[in-house]
C-alpha cells in the first residue's frame, strides 16, 4: 500500500511546496485517485447546446466510464450509463445522431429518448417479479446543469453543484455573460492523448512561467502579425488566486484582442464597429467596472479537477481523463456566442488553430513539455517536484499559487480530508487582517 | 540530371495520371527530407491547406473546429516554426515516410486538376511510432507548364490522435 502521508510538502515557513514524483507515476496512485478524486467530485461531461434539439443525443466517457446524454422528446437533456439494463451492452453505439428510440442490438430490448424502457421481445417470458417500469435507463447518481455546462458525480452524497463551484462559479458567469443569446459549443472537436499524468496538463493549463520560454515561436508568429512584442512581453501581469476547493484562476491582459470586446490589428478593420458594439452592449448591461473583467482580461480557469476553460480570444473548453499514470486523453472544445457574426467567430476559430489546437503554434510544445516531464521522472533520484515560486510574496502571475491551490486539493481528497483551505499563507494571513 | 522515365519508350507522353503522381511523390519527398522551403514553393500564392479534426472530417473551416487551416502567410510561419529549434515537438526533427497510393483524377475544370489519393504516414520520434492514415485531396493548377497546389486538404482516418499527441508534422 503506497504511503500517501509526506506526498506533499507544504511548508510556508521557508517558502517550499515541493510534489513528490510518485504522484505522477504510481498506479496505486491513479488507482486511489479514482476512488477518492474522480468518485467524489463533479465532473464536467458536456455543454447543452450540443444536444439543441429534441432527440439529439453524443456518447461520452467520464472517468472510465461510458456515458450519454439525450435531450429527450419533452426538451430534457438527461444523462445515462451507457449500458443495457438488461445484459450490459452498450445501448449509444454512434458518437452522435438523433433518434426516438435506442435499441439495444443484442436482444433488441428498446428505450424512448427519455431512458424508459419501451419494448422487451417476448415480454411474457418474464415472471411477475420483473418490473418493466424499474429496468429503464440508469443515470449517474447526480447530474446538474449550471448555466449550460452540464456536470455529473458518481458520489450522491456530493454537496451541490452551485456550492462546489465556490469562486469558480463567477468566473463561469463572467464568460456566458459574454453572449447575448447564450453560447453554443462550436461543432468539430480535438480528440488528442498525451503520454503523461493528467495532473501535468492540470498545471501547465495554469502555468503563466512556462508561456515565454516555451512558446517563443508562437510570440514570434503573433508579433509577425502586427502586436507589440512589447505588450505581449508584459501581457502575463496580474496575480493568479486560489477559488477555494481546489479551482484556480490565472489571469492576463487580453493585448491580442478579444472578439469580445477589445478590438486589435488581428481582426483587421472590418470588425471595429461590431466589437465597439459588444462593448457597449456589456457596459450598458454589466456597468464599466465589470465590463473591463469580461472584455479586457483574459484567463486560465481550473474547475477542480480537470476542467480547463480558457477564455482568450478564443474560449477552449478542455477536459482530460487518466488512462494510465503515464497516459491522459484529452478533449478540447470551442464555445461562442450563439449570434456572433462571422468574421469574428473566423477570429476566434483562428486562434484556437494558432494557439489551442494540437495542429497549431502552441499545444503541440506544452504536449512535448510534459511528455518530457513525465520521460525525466523514469531517471528516478530526483524525488521532488519543485512548485514554490512565489509562495514567500504576494505572488504574481508568473508564481505557481494556482499550482499549489490544486495540489492542495488534491491532497485534501487523497487523505480523505475533503475540501481544505487551498489558499497560500500569505494570502490567507492577508484575508484575516483585512477581516 | 534529368530523371529517366522507366517503363515505357523515350516517345511515350506521360498519362495526367503520371504526371500527377509524379507530383505528389516529389511533394512527399520534400517532406520526408524535411525541404520545407521547397515544399512551400509547390502552392500557389493563394492557396490554402486544411486539416479537418477526426470527428467532423467535412468540417468547414469558417464556421468549424478544424485542426489546421492555413493562408500562405500562416503556412510560412508554420515551415519557420518547423526550422526553428524553438518549435519543441519537432526539435530534433522526427523521423517520417510518407506513402501514398490510389491516385486518382477526379474532375478537370480547364487549368485546375482535382487529385485524390489514400496516404499512409510514419512518424518516428522518442521511441514512439505514430501512423497517421487518411486522404488528400489536391486541387492543382497549371501554371508555365508546371504544377502547383492551390488546395490541399488532409482528411485523418483515425478517430483520434491517440498515438500522436499532436499534428507537428506537416501532413
Known sequence: MVELKGLIIDNPKDGIFRVHRSAMTSPEILQMEQERVFNKCWLYLCHESEVENPGDYRRRNVAGRPLFFVRGSDGKVRVFLNTCTHRGALICRRDQGNTEVLQCFYHAWTFNNQGELIGVPDEAGYGKGFNRAEMGLKSPPRVDNYRGFIFVSFNPDVEDLVTYLAGARDYIDLIVDQAEEGMRMIPGSNRYSIKANWKLLVENSLDGYHVKPTHKTYFEYVTSLGIRSSAVQTAFGRPARALGNGHAVEEHDGVRGRPIARWSPLFGEETKEEIARIRARLVEKFGEQRTRLMADVSRNLLVYPNLIIIDSIDITVRIFWPITPALMEVTAWQLAPKEEKSELLARRLDNFLTFHGPGGFATPDDVEAIESCQAGYKAEGVEWSELSRGMHREAIAEDELQLRAFWRQWYGYMLGLGQVDTRDPVVRERSSVAS | ?171
Open chain 2, 1 to 171: 540530371m534529368p530523371e529517366a522515365r522507366l517503363g515505357g519508350n523515350d516517345n511515350s507522353v506521360p498519362t495526367l495520371r503520371e504526371e500527377v503522381e509524379d507530383f505528389l511523390y516529389q511533394e512527399a519527398a520534400l517532406l520526408d527530407e524535411w525541404r520545407l522551403d521547397e515544399w512551400l514553393a509547390l502552392f500557389t500564392v493563394d492557396a490554402r491547406y486544411v486539416v479537418p479534426t477526426t470527428d467532423l472530417p467535412e468540417g468547414d473551416p469558417k464556421k468549424e473546429l478544424v485542426f489546421i487551416d492555413d493562408d500562405m502567410v500562416r503556412l510560412r510561419a508554420r515551415v519557420e516554426r518547423l526550422k526553428s529549434r524553438h518549435g519543441h515537438r519537432e526539435y530534433p526533427w522526427s523521423r517520417t515516410r510518407r506513402f501514398i497510393t490510389n491516385v486518382r483524377v477526379k474532375r478537370l475544370e480547364g487549368a485546375n486538376i482535382f487529385v485524390t489519393s489514400s496516404f499512409l504516414v510514419y512518424r518516428f520520434r522518442m521511441g514512439d511510432t505514430s501512423p497517421y492514415v487518411g486522404w488528400y485531396e489536391h486541387r492543382l493548377k497549371q501554371a508555365d507548364r508546371e504544377l502547383k497546389i492551390y488546395h490541399k486538404r488532409t482528411v485523418l482516418d483515425m478517430e483520434t490522435l491517440r498515438e500522436h499527441g499532436a499534428v507537428s508534422i506537416i501532413l
